[in-house]
């Protein structure tokens, strides 16, 4: 049996192969907003499936393919669609496309996802800059013997979002008039929704926003050196004594509807890479 790490080494050799550029910028595009990327120049496109070893979603609102291409002036490789954990992936499964993103090289990821607002002065449609988070699935890609050459057994996590980052896509947000929030995502395994009791713990340990995503990736990122930039669209707001059930429908099309503020937004932050 080969080991994660030469599995790693194929997809991203098979990946390389079929690629015109060489991507700086990973880009991750969540739930509903899988779709920002249409305008990108001599896109290549690789269906997940095509990949050695590259797991493939099962969630119906996910697309499931790398597109590579020019956009916003620089090379950058989006996973449309994400696999998640409450799909009965293990956390390491999850890493992996990251892994291939890494030993492609790119030094930044960008990463967005769907997220249950928790702070009341939240609104469906609004953006929120992800400052840092709390990790509540109880599971951890790094688990299992470390690959040294990826990174540390320990790896820091005083500053998972880099600073610089989160400065430029907040300076960005003043200038393009996008109403951006900043604060702390609450990544939980699902795929249920939180119950009411379990919203106003959320509140009450510090997060601002509770989703079923980002947090193994992040791990995974900030253990290969990667800087990350994380930015959820709230496409629901949990308030535990005026609690509303959210369908799946909703939180699309409210995601759709946020990423119309999110895609010049990225766009002009990576402009400024
Ligand atoms: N909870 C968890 N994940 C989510 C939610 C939510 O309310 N909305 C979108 N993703």
Redesign the pocket.
């Known amino acids: 049996m080969e080991s994660f790490k030469q599995q790693v080494e194929e997809a991203a050799a098979f990946v390389r192969a079929r690629l015109s550029i060489k991507p700086l910028i990973g880009l991750i595009l969540g739930t509903g907003l899988g779709d920002l990327v249409t305008d990108m120049e001599n896109a290549r496109q690789l269906p997940y499936s095509a990949i050695p070893h590259y797991p493939t979603s099962t969630v119906q609102s996910h697309a499931g393919r790398l597109a590579c291409g020019i956009w916003a002036g620089k090379p950058v490789i989006a996973m449309q669609g994400r696999i998640h954990l409450y799909e009965g992936y293990t956390a390491q499964q999850v890493s992996f496309p990251i892994r291939v993103l890494a030993a492609l090289g790119i030094p930044t990821l960008i990463i967005s996802n ?3 607002g928790l702070n009341p002065h939240y609104s469906p449609g609004d953006l929120m800059l992800i400052a840092d988070h709390i990790n509540l699935t109880g599971q951890n890609p790094l688990i299992g013997p470390n690959v040294d050459q990826w990174g540390l057994r320990f790896p820091d996590m005083t500053q998972p979002y880099s600073r610089q980052l989160q400065a430029l896509a907040l300076e960005t947000a003043v200038n393009e008039r996008i109403k951006l929030h900043r604060g702390v995502y609450a990544g ?1 395994l ?1 795929p249920s ?2 119950t009411a009791a379990e919203t106003r713990f959320l509140r009450t340990i510090g997060a601002d926003a ?3 995503s980002t947090i193994m990736e992040v791990i995974t990122a900030v253990h290969a050196g990667l800087d990350v930039l994380g930015i959820s669209a709230i ?2 707001v ?1 308030l535990p004594d005026a609690y509303q059930p ?1 369908t799946i429908e909703q ?1 699309i099309a409210t995601a759709q509807q946020a990423g119309r503020d999110l895609m010049p937004l990225l766009e002009r932050t990576i402009e400024q890479l």
């Open positions: 769907a997220a249950g939980v699902g929704l939180e509770v989703g079923m496409t629901n949990n959210a939180v």
